[in-house]
């Protein structure tokens, strides 16, 4: 059964850090696209940050330009998007996704192309 469990969120003050994790299991990370989305209320969801299957490339939103960095780690079957110099702007709730489909990247950013949806972890970003 696969699934996906994230988990590092928290309450952060601007400029802070957060290292948020996914941990998947059913499959292991490198063969299946992993995409990190947000929502914040009120808002639709939003692309983060996404690896296509077999690592062959990263694709980030340009508000995570310079800021996220996604990784991952095979043998302990987990992604993980590290987070700098948040933002109240970042606030939101972050979800991780799973597709076994080899993304195009201008497919990694779109919700429907992902399967298997992680419950989320609630970032929140204040002073």
């Known amino acids: 059964q696969l699934q996906l469990v994230e988990s590092g969120g928290g309450f952060v003050q601007p400029g802070g850090s957060l290292r948020l994790s996914c941990a998947v299991s059913?499959?292991?990370?490198?063969?299946?696209?992993i995409g990190w989305f947000r929502q914040a209320p009120g808002k639709e969801r939003e692309f983060v940050a996404a690896v296509r299957r077999s690592g062959a490339g990263t694709l980030y939103a340009e508000f995570a330009k310079g800021r996220f960095i996604l990784s991952n780690d095979n043998a302990k079957r987990s992604v993980f998007l590290q987070m700098i110099s948040l933002k109240p702007e970042d606030t939101a709730v972050y979800y991780c996704?799973?597709?076994?489909?080899?993304?195009?990247?201008?497919?990694?950013?779109?919700?429907?192309?992902?399967?298997?949806w992680g419950q989320g972890t609630q970032v929140t970003v204040a002073s």
């Open positions: 059913g499959f292991t990370v490198d063969s299946y696209a």
């Open positions: 996704a799973a597709t076994d489909r080899q993304l195009d990247y201008w497919l990694l950013g779109s919700p429907p192309q992902y399967d298997y």
